[in-house]
């Protein structure tokens, strides 16, 4: 291994305290300055940037100086040198070079600017996303992103759940044939998953009280809206022996955690954002008394129809926090929703909402084999291609909810994102197939 890179140090581990000390960085060229009597190098990595300074007019440093000016813009880099505590410099200090090694040359014109000067479309962002990723903005999007997948499973690792990995390619639909990718499985038709519904239902009648699973959810929705994926990341959780209402509990507690684990990351100051933990508990209304709101608002909606993008924009209007939808029409929820006791029409299903969209939705589920297999069939499905699902129904299955809640729509609402593709690394929607 290269010397040079072996020894090196972040910009942000060399401090004014190092004056006079070796060091070694090793990064891309962020920028070059040619100030006439002195050259300055910027180079940035994954935790900030260093400045390298070359006085001119020193002999031995002529040839040195004649590469920096020569190396294009985002090269990678590998540069030793002396450091001098400096005040104007980023982190306090500046690095005067001895020897540098060019790793990999950078083609001159480059798809987008890592500075942040020059804005740059998403499309084009997308295209380029491994550059994209240089600029701060976009790195530190996918730093919080990787904290809050931390803070989900610390959540979840306290509270005694065990994490789960269901099968991503099924022979059944969760909720009915829409909206699946076919693929070909050996001589047969399989579908990529939609949700781990019905597996991680499968699981509480395993004994296994308490499940979640982070992982991918298939979407093929045709739409190509600022919120839809075609490849989310959904997070899911089952709960055995707890009503709804504990599961909206839990799901509430896990998205302040998750907010205060956030709130003082200092990436934030990148994002321009001020956040704060959302207080709880957080409101609850029911479905009716959402459609008399939005009927207050001047926006009817017929008992039955689901809220649509508009209505939801309203009530976020009008409520301007995160809130739960409770006490759905059992017709626009899916079978394995749990009606409420005395009422066949409602059920005990919830969404959460953030004021600007849908975060998660989830339910008490139905246990009752029979129930299960009716609901099933007047939603016009075929019960036998749901016999392995319905199968954990007839030997003890204890009673149950659980939630989903969309881990692109959490990150893109918490950080005041418009578009959630920028919330994913490499998203997968109607158009862009890659990168
Ligand atoms: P919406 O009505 O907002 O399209 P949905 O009700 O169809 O969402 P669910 O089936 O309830 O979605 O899925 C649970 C959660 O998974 C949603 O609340 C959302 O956070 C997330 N989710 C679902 N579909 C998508 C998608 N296509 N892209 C991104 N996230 C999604
Ligand atoms: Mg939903």
């Not at 299955?397 to 593709?421: F, T």
């Amino acid at each position: 291994m290269n010397m040079l890179i072996k020894n090196r140090k972040y910009a942000t581990e060399i401090t004014a305290d190092d004056d006079g000390e070796r060091v070694s960085i090793a990064g891309w060229v962020h920028e070059k300055r040619d100030l006439g009597g002195v050259f300055f190098l910027i180079v940035r990595d994954l935790k900030g940037v260093a400045q390298v300074t070359l006085h001119k007019g020193e002999g031995e440093q002529q040839e040195l100086l004649g590469r920096m000016k020569k190396v294009p813009r985002e090269s990678v880099v590998a540069i030793e040198g002396e450091v001098k505590s400096e005040k104007k410099a980023p982190n306090g200090y500046e690095i005067l070079p001895k020897r540098m090694e060019v790793l990999s040359e950078a083609s001159q014109v480059l798809p987008l600017d890592t500075t942040g000067k020059v804005g740059a479309e998403l499309d084009t962002r997308l295209d380029a996303r491994f550059m994209d990723l240089r600029t701060e903005r976009t790195k530190q999007i996918f730093i919080i992103r990787s904290r809050v997948l931390k803070a989900m499973r610390d959540f979840f690792d306290e509270r005694g759940f065990i994490e789960i990995n269901t099968s991503k390619i099924v022979s059944a639909a969760t909720e009915g044939g829409t909206a699946l990718f076919p693929i070909s499985y050996f001589e047969r038709e399989a579908f990529l998953n939609q949700s781990p519904q019905l597996y991680k239902q499968m699981l509480m009648a395993s004994g296994f009280d308490r499940v979640y699973e982070i992982a991918p959810i298939f979407r093929a929705e045709e739409h190509d809206t600022t919120k839809h994926l075609n490849e989310a990341t959904s997070v899911d959780i089952e709960v055995a022996f707890v009503s709804d209402d504990e599961v909206m509990k839990i799901l509430e507690e896990l998205i302040a955690f998750v907010y205060s684990k956030v709130v003082d990351y200092p990436g934030l100051a990148k994002l321009n954002l001020n956040l704060e933990v959302p207080k709880m508990p957080f409101r609850r209304i029911t479905y009716d008394e959402a459609i008399e709101l939005l009927s207050g608002a001047g926006e009817q909606i017929e008992w039955g129809e689901d809220l649509g993008t508009s209505a939801e924009h309203t009530l976020g209007g009008i409520i301007g926090e995160l809130y739960f939808i409770t006490d759905w029409p059992c017709a626009i929820k899916p079978f394995y929703a749990q009606p409420v006791a005395g009422d066949k029409d409602i059920c005990d299903a919830f969404d959460l909402m953030h004021p600007r969209l849908e975060l998660a939705s989830g339910s008490q589920r139905v246990h009752s084999y029979e129930l299960l297999k009716k609901n099933i069939e007047s939603k016009g499905l075929s019960a036998d291609n749901f016999e392995f699902y319905l199968d954990a129904f007839r030997f003890g299955m204890p009673p149950h909810a659980g939630w989903g809640l969309g881990v692109e729509r959490l990150l893109m609402s918490m950080l005041e994102i418009e578009n959630i593709r920028e919330v994913v690394l490499f998203p997968r929607d109607r158009r862009r197939l890659a990168p």
